[in-house]
């Protein structure tokens, strides 16, 4: 989550980042020789309607983390890739309390002046 201050207006914004697991499914080259991977994601959501990413960082089967965000037609895409980072090392205790969640929304935002969340792009990573 990120929260930004308008120093004049003094509006409020927070951001709420959603992070997203998928596999590479695809590694292609498109008609100019760029490099492309197709991603599945592993969960419901996000519904993508572009799972592409130009890239020459992974092979196919690889895992990746990945943030979605939507054009000026609405249509989601994949707006960053990354690989996984192992977690801390934990004890086998405290992994059995622990169950993996993987967020199922798109990043919203609500200011201080509205009460129903906008959808924006969002750009930064954690």
Do not use: Q
Request: with cysteine; hydrophobic share 35%; glycine share 0%.
């Amino acid at each position: 989550m990120e929260i930004y201050i308008d120093d004049y207006t003094l509006d409020v914004t927070v951001v709420e980042i959603n992070y997203y697991l998928g596999e590479v499914s695809n590694v292609k080259t498109d008609d100019d020789d760029a490099d492309y991977i197709t991603v599945r994601a592993l969960s419901e959501e996000p519904s993508l309607d572009d799972n592409t990413f130009y890239t020459t960082d992974f092979a196919e089967d690889d895992y990746v983390v990945f943030t979605v965000d939507f054009n000026e037609d609405e249509d989601f895409y994949i707006c960053e890739l990354m690989a996984p980072r192992p977690s801390p090392a934990r004890s086998p205790a405290s992994r059995m309390r622990t169950t993996a969640r993987i967020p199922m929304c798109v990043s919203a935002v609500m200011t201080a002046s509205t009460t129903t969340p906008l959808w924006i792009p969002t750009w930064s990573m954690m």
